[in-house]
């Protein structure tokens, strides 16, 4: 617990100054990086086209940096990110890059000091629980994530794989046995919205922390249009669902927003945070895909200070989204904004409880 409050009290005394930085325009260090490795993907969700990357992304594997530019660009590009906590792995899949377990240590030898997470569809298990094996061996503190989307044939119809369950559930259970922390999200549909509830149970029996989150737009999913909205009764069985997740910031948020509260969360996407492409082009965040500047060309603090990323950060101002990755990235960078949640919250020991199991993953 001592970690967890010296960790809040740190990031509570930083709040006021980046406040400050983004009020007067002065540029920070990141604090996170999501970076989606390959938009290539196996999976045909319903929610999500990037698996069409042959369409959206013609160039496929000769579109994505290998190792050695990483490399590149993270010792050029030292400075800028020495004060980066967290990076997250994500994709398309990011298990169909044959070089994804040297990517994860390069990234973990130059950014020692930060945690990172990995997402998967947990298609291919075979190839994956290899890769985290090797990946153990250096780096047993990366969280890995396997999305479920619906017990059964949902998960199957919402991912548009027959056999998709028992694949991600033998990934799951899998990394679990290697001693991995695992996570997993479930994003709601006209689908699967019954199957919030099922869906955390079984994966609680597994010891496998949930959350859940609505259908996005933007250019982490190659979707423009509009997500399929929920019908009045479908959106009413989601809210009664979240009612039991009171204990999780971005949950019992994500119900008082349906439900019409505002949003209050400052965002701090472009700021404290960036999404980095396959091609190292970097964006304000993963709906945003406007991008700033490619990393091949510029040095990252350069593309961080141009005035496009200025008028981008204007722009986000009073962005009133909730997307799952921005919004964690947000609220640690204003922990003030959880503070006050947690204040008000009749169920804060359990809060407590539970964000001290998430700060502390196995094998650390």
Request: glycine share 8%.
């Amino acid at each position: 617990m001592r970690h967890i409050l010296r960790s809040s009290l740190r990031s509570a005394l930083r709040q006021p100054w980046l406040a400050h930085c983004r009020r007067h325009e002065r540029l920070v260090r990141p604090l996170f990086l999501d970076l989606a490795v390959t938009w290539r993907c196996n999976a045909r969700c319903i929610m999500c086209d990037t698996w069409r990357s042959g369409e959206l992304n013609p160039q496929g594997v000769a579109g994505e940096l290998p190792v050695g530019q990483w490399q590149a660009i993270l010792e050029r590009d030292a400075d800028f990110l020495r004060e980066v906590r967290k990076v997250g792995l994500t994709g398309g899949e990011p298990f169909l890059r044959p070089d994804i377990v040297d990517l994860v240590r390069l990234l973990h030898e130059r950014l020692p000091g930060a945690a990172m997470s990995l997402v998967s569809n947990g298609l291919l298990t075979g190839r994956i629980l290899k890769a985290l094996e090797a990946i153990r061996g250096f780096f047993p503190g990366l969280v890995f994530s396997v999305s479920l989307d619906g017990l059964g044939a949902v998960h199957d119809q919402v991912r548009g794989v027959p056999g998709a369950y028992e694949k991600s559930l033998a990934t799951i259970q899998g990394a679990r046995e290697l001693g991995f922390t695992v996570t997993s999200g479930l994003t709601v549909s006209h689908l699967n919205y019954d199957q919030i509830e099922p869906v955390h149970q079984m994966l609680k029996g597994l010891g496998v922390d949930f959350s859940c989150n609505l259908q996005e737009r933007g250019s982490n999913f190659h979707r423009d249009q509009a997500a399929c909205q929920l019908e009045p009764q479908q959106a009413q069985e989601v809210r009664r669902a979240l009612k039991g997740f009171a204990h999780h910031y971005y949950m019992d948020n994500l119900r008082r927003q349906m439900e019409g509260a505002p949003r209050t969360l400052t965002c701090y996407a472009g700021l404290t945070s960036y999404f980095l492409t396959p091609d190292g082009q970097v964006t304000i965040c993963n709906l945003v895909g406007d991008p700033l500047g490619s990393l091949l060309e510029t040095p990252f603090s350069q593309i961080a200070e141009s005035p496009r990323a200025w008028e981008l950060r204007r722009r986000l101002k009073d962005c009133t989204c909730w997307s799952q990755c921005e919004v964690k990235n947000s609220a640690a960078s204003a922990p003030w904004s959880l503070a006050r949640w947690l204040v008000s919250n009749p169920q804060r020991v359990q809060v407590l409880r539970h964000y001290a199991r998430k700060l502390t993953p196995r094998g650390r």
